[in-house]
């Protein structure tokens, strides 16, 4: 068997590039790790879901550190005093947020009378809070945004940044709701 596998080897030379022959040579070595795993005779498989959830599992442990969870603080230690504190403060209240660590968050709403609003948020990434930057009304029904709405969203969202003057909410709606009051 070993000579004929050889043979054919010979004959028949794999052309495919290392990384996909190493991909899937590292396929093939999982799914034999695979403690559960039946192939029937007409090819079908089956495994049992435990052994599945408890490899999940354990792949989660050992790569959280890879996965940044909003919620939680970048910082290093905080005491519990200053966690309660937080904790107790108003919604609206200002939270210290680094403007470096932002993501940009778009989000839409349609109006009855047919209306969308796209506002363009700012997520803390440290504090997990919202800030609307930006909102811009679409009263007609336009198949496509203009080519002029990114360039002048990008001069808005830096001017918000450069005044300073963001209001910061725990949840994204209570930042729109924020902003539609105030107009």
């Known amino acids: 068997m070993i000579y004929l596998h050889r043979l054919i080897t010979r004959l028949f030379p794999d052309r495919r590039p290392d990384w996909q022959q190493k991909r ?7 799914a034999n790790s695979l403690k559960t795993l039946k ?25 959280q550190h890879l996965v940044h969870q909003p919620g939680k603080s970048s910082r290093p230690f905080q005491s519990v005093a200053e966690i309660e504190v937080g ?17 940009e968050v778009v989000a839409w709403r349609r109006f009855h009378s047919g209306a969308a609003v796209r506002y ?6 440290s504090t997990g809070r919202f800030a609307v930057a930006t909102a811009s009304l679409f009263t007609e029904a336009i198949e496509s ?39």
């Not at 899937?24 to 999982?30: G, N, W």
């Open 120 to 125: 363009v948020c700012l997520q803390s990434t």
């Open 39 to 63: 192939v029937t005779p007409e090819g079908g498989m089956s495994i049992d879901p435990e052994e599945l959830r408890d490899q999940i599992i354990a792949a989660r442990e050992q790569l």
């Open 87 to 103: 904790q107790k403060a108003d919604h609206a209240a200002e939270a210290p947020v680094e403007l470096q660590d932002c993501i």
């Open 24 to 30: 899937e040579r590292e396929f093939i070595l999982a």
């Open 145 to 183: 945004l203009p080519t002029w709405v990114d360039g002048n969203t990008n001069r808005q969202i830096a001017n918000a940044l450069q005044l300073g003057d963001l209001q910061w909410y725990a949840t994204m709606s209570e930042a729109m709701d924020a902003w539609d009051a105030e107009l």
